[in-house]
């Protein structure tokens, strides 16, 4: 999956929670999760999840009639690698600026 889809996943604050609350847990049912959100249809909850899925942040397992979702494969270390290229010369420059005293 490419990076665009990965910050598109958690642009949306809902999808964000969503990432919380299985760090939080180790995992949990869509059920579960829909209830933690009371003001969404449980349709609405399996579409976030279908776009963190899509984008491997989390991971489905079907149990009988449930499906349990956990964090997916750690995706985090691409993008804070690609954040550290972007940022780094901005930080580099401030670091300077602020030993030589401009």
């Not at 995706?75 to 954040?83: K, T």
């Amino acid at each position: 999956m490419g990076q665009n889809q990965v910050f598109t996943a958690v642009a949306d604050p809902t999808r964000r929670a969503i990432l919380t609350t299985l760090r939080e847990r180790d995992e949990i049912s869509v059920g579960e999760i829909a209830e933690l959100f009371p003001g969404m249809t449980r349709a609405a909850v399996s579409a976030h999840l279908r776009v963190l899925r899509d984008s491997d942040l989390v991971a489905e397992e079907r149990r009988g009639q449930r499906r349990m979702y956990r964090l997916g494969p750690n995706r985090a270390d691409e993008i804070i690698q690609f954040l550290m290229k972007v940022y780094a010369d901005g930080v580099e420059a401030f670091v300077r600026n602020n030993q030589t005293g401009e």
